[in-house]
């Protein structure tokens, strides 16, 4: 289960990354009617997923250093 946290919040930052990529890859532009295009909805998106990974990886770092209590 500890692994799988580390992993879980790799992939979560990792998609973070993504859309901050499909961001940039798609860009925004002036139409002509004077409305700018451009797709906003992934930076929220980006992050909330970095601040989910975040508080994983800090979870998973904490658990990792906690003995076992068995």
Same mark, same amino acid.
């Given at each position: 289960?500890?692994?799988? &946290? !580390?992993? /879980?919040?790799?992939?979560? +930052?990792?998609? =973070? &990354? !993504?859309? /901050?990529?499909?961001?940039? +890859?798609?860009? =925004?532009?002036?139409?002509?009617?004077?409305?700018?295009?451009?797709?906003?909805?992934?930076?929220?998106?980006?992050?909330?997923?970095?601040?989910?990974?975040?508080?994983?990886?800090?979870?998973?770092?904490?658990?990792?250093?906690?003995?076992?209590?068995?």
């Amino acid at each position: 289960m500890k692994k799988n &946290l !580390g992993r /879980l919040s790799l992939a979560l +930052l990792g998609c =973070s &990354l !993504g859309a /901050l990529l499909v961001f940039r +890859l798609i860009g =925004s532009h002036v139409d002509s009617k004077g409305m700018l295009r451009e797709p906003f909805f992934l930076m929220p998106i980006s992050f909330l997923l970095a601040g989910a990974g975040a508080v994983t990886g800090i979870t998973a770092i904490v658990w990792r250093q906690a003995p076992d209590r068995r």
